[in-house]
């Protein structure tokens, strides 16, 4: 290019191809220089899609182990029944370890109903004995703690960890603001965790907003599958605290937050997002940014949106690069600009200083236009010829006259409403250098058809040489600031009337403790009138003389800013009359727009009486806690959800639970046996809605369970004491008077067994000799069939010499039809002697010896109905079952029987004679064995089955079944199969069923046979009570007969 110049200027070079050159030079330089800028650009911009990706999926995966952290909590509350202070903060520590900078608190938020709220405070107060003044509160409208308001149900913060720093959160009601109780009640309706709305946290100390995670927890630890159960259940909710900046600074990484800026909203409504937190260098900022540009960046599109689920709600990060990241530029660039550069240097330099001066002059221009179109006040510039060179969109508003029909018209010419106001005289006054001030000027009626009411201000406008040019008018609407102040003054005689019909003392003192201001019912409870008391000293005057030193020492801390123990306290005063009375007083400092205290505001409420009320009842109660802690008998009260409220030291000595450990829990889950909380949740709900009950004044003997899980006697009396609450509903209190009755029943057991053991003996005598004298005949029937026998020999002997005989004679060379004819005739009295011998002999000796025995069972069953002792305990039935087959195994399998039994998951634990029934269970299954083997005997070949099978019933009964491929019963023999001495089989007794049938008919139980025919197999069917009580009538009805459908 130089070459060329040079041979351009050999030539003569003019200015057309001067310029050309210059611009020819210039144009390649820039396209140079783009061409590597933008490889650069490209280059960075991917960079920067990779940082907003990682930014989203940081933050994603922090809300991810947050959630998981929420759930872990919760599950800490689902597998315990009761979960101490002590065990929260160890179990979430390392959690608040791995993420302090992200967690501002976690907390167990339960579940409070209006009639739980006095054993909610007592736990709480033994929960937290170390925390004072305990008890749920809510923000009033103006954000002043205040006591809890009436509701159903409360959702109190009771444990927060880390305390220090979120002690003000602590037995906050979350249930008092909206958004905190929507999202409690979502999450308790759909059992999922949810996210809250933004909200202001009650311990934040800065600015930034903050959100919540709640995750509810139910009673028994698993999720209801109905809504109404949901919410019937729910036992509470585990939260996670957090604020919003500081959670999301903490998720990124610093290095992306330096180099990219970002936006989180709340984008869950799809009407409009939420702001959340606005992160700048690393730094969350408080409000939302007003303008989200991208002019700073060399790259057409440079923001992302992403999407980041929490919960049941969705945000989304926005990511804008910082001009930093793009304003970097390839050093190739940079070589070619330079370079391209030099020969326009001087030329950018003289234009840039002529741009510079007319940037100035626009830069101020519009500044002043802007000022004055986005002012608040209706501005007019006129010239000195009282022109209107101004007219802001304020004054098109206020007179409804566009600016473009206002500009080059006079002030004159305008229609003006104002009263006496010369637009022509206040223009001259201005320009002759006067500033003028008209307040409170009435105007006409605007649009709404209100007067408005203007503050109007005039100056003069002068060039830099001094010289008036025009002037300025400025209209300052004052009409909110007059409605205001009118609204205010109604206020405050609102407020008056307000404290005239106060129930309560509302009482104002200066900073001397003169009364100010009091109200009717001061006036009333101190006996002097308003006039009387307005101006009067509180403390020489109405404080009693020994109490006013104290007050006078509380003054001078007030005067300090130091009396927080003014906030509330007990005081006597003194009426006109003399009479001294007690109030309690809740105080509040006042003070001035500088904190300097003014006085002191109270409100207070006559308590004398009430007083007088509690120390007769506290005098009451010291004396029946006396007589109870000294009382042999365990002394018990519950309310009517069967909760424990008093528990004397016999009642920890007799079921050896301390009084800590049983406040607040149900009673009859505690100490009675399980097979009983049937019967008594039915009671219990009966007595809950009228006061009445079987056992209510009544002494019952019944049986509870220690702590160590045996059962023992006792002997209840109980009775209900009503009870009435804040909105006069009678709840009903049971108190019962517990007496360990073990020594007593073991006493009596000892006494039954020397008696029965006493009939044992006389009745075993008489077993004996009875069964002796039977015994004696079959003695003697066994030895005349044994001397038959015998004789029986005998003539099988002779019966072989016959034989002998004839093979003789044969040898003998005898006819063989001699022979046999002899043979023959010896075989025919043998017939005959054997005949007789049969009819005569065998046949009438089995008969008396089966009488004999017939006998000997009659005498045995005699016996057994008089000396029966059964001894009822609780066991489980399924091993019980178990317990027979394996007893019977061997001979099962040596035969190949199968055997199955099946016992239902809602009946495991019975109460009946153990012994009993398992001897019953082996007389079933030996009687299906030896049938199924009597089946195969007649040629059955396939293989044997026995099943098992028990199944609760109504009314607390149940039914056992046994069912076989056997032999089966005759339609003949069924209706006496539990009759002694009948049988299906060739070689049974039939004594096995019969003993069954007997057990069972002393238990109350029944039993019946069923079965197809022979070969059809059998089913018994049993049906008993869970839980027999021995010389008692049964606790539920019994069920319908069976042998009805047989």
């Known amino acids: 290019m130089v070459s060329w110049l040079e041979a351009r200027q050999l030539k003569g070079l003019n200015l057309f191809g001067a310029s050309l050159v210059f611009l020819t030079c210039l144009f390649l330089t820039a396209l140079a220089f783009y061409a590597v800028q933008h490889d650069h650009q490209t280059a ?316 100035h002059l626009r830069k101020e221009k519009l500044f002043s236009e802007k000022l004055i179109h986005t002012s608040f006040d209706g501005i007019v510039a006129f010239d000195i010829d009282c022109r209107i060179t101004v007219w802001n969109p304020f004054m098109e508003s206020f007179l409804h006259i566009r600016q473009s029909a206002c500009l080059g018209k006079k002030l004159q010419s305008i229609p003006w409403s104002w009263n006496g106001f010369d637009v022509g005289e206040i223009c001259a006054e201005i320009l002759a250098g006067e500033s003028i001030y008209l307040d409170d000027l009435p105007y006409g009626v605007d649009q709404d058809k209100d007067v408005r009411i203007f503050d109007i201000y005039g100056s003069r406008l002068t060039n830099a040489e001094g010289m008036t040019i025009g002037g300025l008018l400025r209209f300052h609407d004052e009409t909110r600031k007059l409605k205001s102040r009118e609204q205010l003054r109604q206020e405050r005689d609102l407020t008056r009337r307000y404290l005239e019909i106060a129930g309560t003392i509302i009482l104002v003192l200066d900073t001397d403790f003169n009364i100010s201001l009091i109200n009717r019912k001061g006036c009333e409870v101190l006996g002097y009138e308003r006039n009387e008391l307005l101006g009067m000293n509180w403390i020489q005057q109405i404080t009693p003389a020994d109490q006013q030193e104290e007050i006078h020492q509380l003054r001078a801390q007030l005067l300090k800013g130091e009396a927080l123990s003014l906030r509330y306290h007990e005081d006597e005063v003194v009426t006109k009359q003399g009479e001294r009375r007690l109030v309690a007083w809740h105080n509040r400092l006042m003070t001035n727009d500088m904190g300097e205290v003014t006085g002191l505001l109270a409100s207070g409420e006559d308590i004398t009486e009430k007083r007088k009320v509690q120390e007769r009842l506290m005098e009451s109660e010291a004396r029946f806690r006396k007589m109870a802690s000294a009382a042999q008998d365990a002394i018990i009260e519950v309310d009517e959800m069967d909760r424990i409220l008093y528990w004397n030291r016999s009642a920890e000595r007799m079921f050896g639970h301390q009084k800590e450990q049983v406040f607040g829990r149900q009673m009859h889950r505690l100490i009675s046996p399980a097979r009983f909380h049937p019967i008594i949740d039915k009671a219990l709900a009966h007595f809950r809605d009228t006061g009445h009950g079987n056992a209510i004044n009544r002494t019952t003997e019944l049986m509870a369970i220690h702590r160590d899980g045996h059962e023992f006697p006792v002997e209840v009396s109980l009775a209900a004491i009503p009870h009435g609450d804040d909105e006069g509903h009678v709840r009903w209190h049971a108190v019962g008077v517990v007496r360990d009755l073990t020594e007593r029943k073991k006493s009596e057991e000892r006494e039954n067994y020397a008696s029965f053991q006493s009939g044992v003996a006389e009745m075993s005598i008489s077993i004996l000799h009875n069964i002796g004298n039977a015994i004696m005949s079959i003695m003697h029937r066994a030895e005349t069939i044994e001397v038959k026998s015998d004789e029986l020999q005998q003539t099988a002997t002779l019966l072989g010499r016959v034989n002998d005989g004839a093979k003789k004679r044969l040898d003998q060379g005898q006819s063989a039809d001699l022979v046999l004819s002899a043979l023959l005739s010896a075989l025919q009295e043998l017939g005959d002697q054997l005949s007789s011998m049969a009819q005569e002999s065998f046949k009438q000796h089995a008969e008396k010896i089966r009488t004999g025995v017939g006998h000997i069972s009659e005498i045995i069953q005699i016996h057994q109905d008089s000396s029966r002792y059964i001894v009822v305990s609780q066991f489980n039935l399924n091993e019980l079952f178990q317990d027979a087959v394996i007893i019977q195994s061997d001979v099962l399998e040596k035969y190949g029987v199968k055997i199955t039994h099946r016992v239902s998951q809602e009946m495991q634990e019975v109460h009946l004679p153990r012994s009993q029934m398992l001897q019953m269970m082996i007389n079933l299954i030996k009687n299906s064995r030896e049938a199924i083997i009597e089946h195969a005997r007649y040629g059955a070949d396939y293989p044997g089955l026995i099943e098992l099978t028990a199944k609760p019933l109504k009314q607390g009964w149940m039914e056992i079944t046994i069912s076989d491929n056997g032999c089966g019963i005759t339609a003949e023999l069924l209706p006496q199969i539990f009759r002694f001495g009948v049988s299906t089989k060739s070689r049974g007794t039939g004594y096995g069923l019969h003993s069954i049938a007997n057990f069972v008919q002393s238990v109350d139980g029944q039993i019946v046979a069923h079965s197809d025919g022979p070969g059809e197999g059998a089913l018994f069917t049993i049906r008993l009570p869970q839980v027999y009580q021995l010389s008692t009538e049964q606790s539920g009805e019994q069920p319908e007969d069976l042998s009805a459908g047989e």
């Not at 008092?176 to 999922?192: Q, T």
């Not at 109404?228 to 585990?238: D, H, L, P, T, Y």
């Not at 290095?255 to 997002?273: F, G, K, N, S």
């Open 44 to 359: 960075l911009h991917h960079r920067y899609e990779d940082i907003s990706h990682t930014s989203q999926t940081m933050v994603q995966k922090r809300v991810n182990d947050i959630l998981a952290v929420v759930q872990s909590v919760a599950g800490l509350f689902n597998a315990s029944e009761k979960v101490t202070q002590q065990e929260f903060d160890r179990f979430v520590d390392p959690f608040l370890n791995r993420y302090a900078q992200a967690i501002q608190a976690l907390e167990w938020v339960p579940a409070v109903r209006r009639e739980e709220k006095t054993l909610f405070y007592a736990n709480g107060r033994l929960a937290h004995p170390h925390r004072q003044n305990f008890g749920i509160w809510q923000k009033s409208a103006a954000g002043v703690r205040e006591r809890v308001t009436p509701r159903a149900i409360y959702y109190p913060v009771f444990y927060v960890t880390p305390y220090l720093g979120n002690e003000e959160a602590w037995g906050f009601d979350l249930g008092s603001n909206p958004i905190r109780r929507a999202a409690l009640e979502k999450a308790r309706d759909y059992g999922v965790p949810v996210t809250s709305k933004r909200i202001h946290l009650v311990q934040e100390q800065g600015n930034q907003h903050g959100f919540l995670i709640t995750y509810p927890v139910y009673e028994g630890g698993v999720i209801p599958p109905t809504q109404a159960q949901r919410r019937a259940q729910i036992k509470g909710f585990v939260l996670g605290v957090f604020r919003v900046g500081d959670f999301i600074a903490n998720a990124l990484a610093k290095r992306i937050t330096d180099d990219v800026d970002h936006l989180l909203e709340d984008i869950t409504e799809p009407r409009e997002a939420t702001f959340l937190t606005w992160l700048i260098n690393s730094k969350p900022m408080v409000e939302a940014p007003r303008h989200w540009s991208m002019r700073d960046t060399l790259l057409p599109t440079s923001k992302t949106e992403r999407n980041i689920v929490v919960a049941d709600r969705l945000w989304r990060l926005s990511s804008k690069p910082k001009p930093e990241l793009f304003r970097g530029t390839a050093k190739l660039a940079w070589v070619i600009l330079v370079m391209g550069s030099l020969g326009t240097m001087a030329i950018a330099l003289f234009l840039a200083s002529l741009l510079r001066s007319q940037g």
